[in-house]
């Protein structure tokens, strides 16, 4: 097969493939199909501001509920030995608590199981119903505490705000593009147990549908900071803006990646973002400046002591940090559509189809475009063969998840396949390598792809 300078040279739009071309006329096209196959999946913005923009605007997240959820995990604590810790009366008795409030609310709730240190430990996801399953946007908190203390800023705190959030989603009849999933994480403090389990437990293609995970780790810290995680730029700057909205200043989250429940997702390459309002780090001069408190103490001087109590919160901090959570999860959750463009990239090169053989495909690169493919991905199949119904044809997406164009009919005999479908493909970057997959499962009639083409 010749790969000549026509594969994927962008009919309507070549400024934003000249590159491609000119990678392809050196011979680099399979370098440059390398490279972009493996680069770090993002939570694809999809209006070219940076950002995505949601249909509806969160709404606030009332303080006082997430204070009634921190109360009931204090009283919890107290009249279970002290703490909610992995393995002991108090961690199952928060899961109750939050999965009640949750099911009354109309939440799937799951509760999953695994074992540490000889105990029996829990996380309970909660699925909202609805919203596309192959785009699933995903927020947790850890549930459990150290054995030292009730744990309410740690993480109380976070737990209390997706709560407050989920249960916000149903008093909204929220009907996002995404699909809605929380975690309650368990064992957190013992190494990241719970969210580590999951992650490890997940099929790799349910894997790929997440999105977006989001950690709320300490976010009412008594001496606060205004902390966003350094992560996946989209999730990361949608927290900035509201915070930048509020004339809020916030500053990156330092204290190490691998702290918290998102590790194990960023380590499954799922982008991650968060915030946290600081724990046993000192606050500085300069950011007792920005942020009032005390320079010189740490953000939370109870952070894993028996003083983690109910009034180790700052109750504005933990407001925000809660609306911000809101913020994120509605404007992250909706994928706005974008008008038809009609660029269209194309590779006219043939590829033959070897006869009841082995899958084939014909590759257009895309490059230069902002967010995701269109819910309305037309895609070009100029196919020349003798028996159509031996083929079986699919979409290929950068990521490698495949859309099925047409299957095989031993009754469809007619010459050729040439027509244009339409792929709902909003839930794909739309930059990278896009393959047309096909296969001729019948012997004896054969043919190649004549052309392959994507229009945005
Ligand atoms: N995960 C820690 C705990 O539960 C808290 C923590 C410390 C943290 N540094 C962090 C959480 C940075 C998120 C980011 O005890
Ligand atoms: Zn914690
Ligand atoms: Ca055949």
């Not at 809605?180 to 990241?192: D, I, K, Q, V």
């Amino acid at each position: 097969m010749n790969l000549s300078s026509r594969s994927s040279i962008p009919v309507g739009r070549r400024r934003a493939a000249a590159p491609v071309a000119v990678l392809a006329a050196a011979g680099l096209l399979a370098t440059a199909f390398t490279s972009t196959a493996g680069a770090a999946p993002t939570l694809q913005d999809t209006t070219g501001a940076g950002a995505t923009v949601a249909a509806v605007a969160a709404p606030d997240i009332p303080l006082a509920n997430v204070k009634t959820h921190l109360n009931q995990l204090a009283s919890i604590a107290a009249s279970n030995g002290g703490n909610r810790a992995h393995g002991r009366p108090g961690y199952k008795a928060s899961v109750d608590y939050v999965r009640s409030k949750l099911d009354a609310a109309g939440f799937t709730t799951t509760l999953q199981q695994f074992t540490s240190g000889g105990a029996t430990g829990y996380n309970l996801i909660a699925d909202w119903p609805g919203g596309d399953a192959n785009q699933v946007l995903f927020a947790g908190a850890h549930l459990d505490s150290v054995t030292s203390g009730a744990g309410i800023n740690d993480n109380g705190s976070g737990s209390a705000g997706i709560l407050e959030t989920a249960l916000a989603v149903s008093r909204a009849q929220y009907k996002p593009t995404r699909h809605l999933r929380f975690a309650w994480w368990g064992a957190e403090e013992l190494g990241l147990i719970g969210s580590k389990y999951y992650v490890n437990n997940l099929p790799s293609t349910e894997r790929s549908k997440i999105k977006g995970y989001l950690n709320f780790d300490m976010i009412g810290s008594p001496n606060p900071g205004y902390f966003v995680y350094d992560d996946d730029p989209t999730i990361e700057k949608t927290f900035k803006d509201y915070f930048a909205a509020l004339g809020v200043p916030t500053e990156i989250e330092t204290e190490g990646d691998g702290r918290s429940d998102h590790a194990p997702f960023k380590n499954a390459g799922i982008p991650v973002g968060g915030l946290f309002s600081g724990a046993d780090y000192v606050k500085t001069a300069a950011q007792a400046q920005k942020w009032g408190g005390t320079a010189g103490q740490a953000f939370d001087r109870c952070y894993h002591s028996s003083c983690d109590s109910i009034s180790n919160v700052n109750d504005t901090a933990l407001d925000r940090n809660s609306d911000a959570a809101a913020h994120a999860i509605w404007t992250l959750s909706e994928t706005s559509t974008q008008p038809p463009s009609g660029d269209t990239y194309e590779n006219t090169a043939d590829v033959a189809i070897p006869d009841n053989g082995a899958a084939v495909t014909s590759t257009v690169t895309v490059s230069g475009r902002t967010g995701n493919a269109p819910v309305a991905l037309k895609v070009g199949v100029d196919i020349v063969h003798t028996y159509r119904g031996d083929l079986v044809i699919g979409l290929v997406a950068p990521d490698g998840s495949t859309y099925p164009l047409k299957n095989s009919s031993s009754s469809d005999s007619a010459d050729n396949v040439q027509t244009t479908y339409t792929v709902d493909a909003s839930g794909e970057a739309a930059n990278g390598a896009w393959k047309l997959k096909v296969q001729d499962i019948a012997a004896q009639d054969t043919g190649y792809v004549n052309a392959f083409r994507l229009t945005f």
